[in-house]
């Protein structure tokens, strides 16, 4: 069964003080002063607690990660067994060729809901974003 969601929240891998991670689920608001608060909340949320997963957590997000250790030219993200097609990004570590910064990004997305299409769209779009 195919789902719409008006409106999807992040849920990004975040690293603790102690290098230990937990993931997260973070409230979208198109206000990004707001946004911003609802990030820096959950951050405090994960430093402050052992667990692994969130308390509220659900399938209208993005999950997504970074890397910013190591340049990848490839990445899988692991399958939970859960029956999902929430999109999962993950950013590489950005490095500096000639006078260009490069970062690897890795999109892994349900080929029954996303074509190649559709990724060059989102490619674009976020290129546009990064050069602004």
């Not at 937990?22 to 607690?49: A, P, Q, W």
């Not at 692991?78 to 890795?106: C, R, T, W, Y």
Request: hydrophobic fraction near 40%; glycine fraction near 6%.
């Amino acid at each position: 069964t195919v789902i719409e969601y008006d409106i999807i929240h992040a849920s990004p891998t975040i690293m603790r003080n102690d290098n230990t991670f937990g993931f997260s689920f973070i409230d979208y608001n198109e206000n990004l002063n707001v946004f911003i608060k609802n990030i820096k909340v959950e951050k405090e949320r994960i430093n402050n607690t052992t667990d692994l997963f969130p308390p509220k957590n659900g399938l209208d997000c993005i999950h997504c990660s970074a890397l910013p250790w190591l340049n990848f030219s490839g990445h899988k993200e692991p399958v939970s067994g859960v029956l999902d097609s929430v999109p999962k990004v993950a950013f590489g570590k950005m490095i500096k060729q000639d006078s260009e910064l490069i970062m690897n990004v890795s999109i892994n997305v349900n080929h029954a809901l996303v074509d190649g299409y559709h990724i060059g769209l989102f490619s674009d779009k976020f290129q546009h974003f990064l050069n602004e």
